[in-house]
């Protein structure tokens, strides 16, 4: 059996919740801290799978085979990614709470989900002025054409979008009685960390460190 010993963090949350810009302060703040995307791993297992397939085809039919074992190439194909010295993995954006139970079986308490939410309006508000600034980690420049009745459309869309997927069950997910499982809707203690980013950016970032805290005492080896 393969031995994980790297802190593998999932992140997610509703639409525009802040889910980015938090990511993007622990990766710069801390130097132990690698921020990979899911979206970058998959591929790769699926390259080395040499599969006839296509890509979609190929998640499909492994997810409905075998979820766990889908998983757990994703880990260690996640393992090969990560620079040696990084002692915490960071990852965006987790989607099914069905995925998230199996890398708990695979990880144990190696795996961690952080939760980030944030009132409706306020997410509409953050994105709306995102939008119409430019951006200050790329090429994308401001769209003043944008209005907030889109932002609220596009917001709205994009929460179904997710939670069709499951992303709203995350929220739900329990330990079981005996804590060697995790359960959708459980009765026992929740397993996602959450952080209500409603408040200012310092106030965000604060919350962000206290968490990272949260990690190294629940673990004491990083």
Known sequence: MKKYEKEIIFVAGTSESGKSGGINYLKDKYSNIQHIKIRDVFPKVYEDTQSRLSFDEWQKAEEERDLNNFWRLFVNKLYEMTEPERDIIIL???????????????????????????????????????????????????????????????????????????????????????????????????????????????????????????????????
């Not at 069950?169 to 409603?198: C, H, P, Q, V, W």
Request: aromatic share 10%; no cysteine; charged share 35%.
């Open 92 to 222: 965006d954006t987790m989607y099914g709470a069905k995925g998230m139970i199996e890398l708990y079986n695979i990880l144990g308490d190696k795996v961690h989900l952080l939760y980030i939410d944030a009132p409706f309006d306020e997410r509409v508000a953050r994105e709306y002025k995102r939008l119409r600034t430019d951006s200050p980690r790329g090429t994308r420049k401001a769209d003043l054409s944008i209005t907030i009745e889109d932002i609220v459309e596009r917001t709205i869309n994009k929460d179904k979008k997710k939670n069709s997927k499951g992303a709203n069950k995350l929220k739900t997910l329990s330990y079981s009685n005996d804590g060697k499982t995790l359960e959708i809707d459980g009765s026992g203690r929740k397993f996602a960390y959450l952080i209500n980013n409603d408040g200012t950016i310092e106030e965000f970032h604060y919350m962000l460190d206290e968490y990272v805290d949260y990690i190294k005492n629940r673990n004491n080896n990083i």
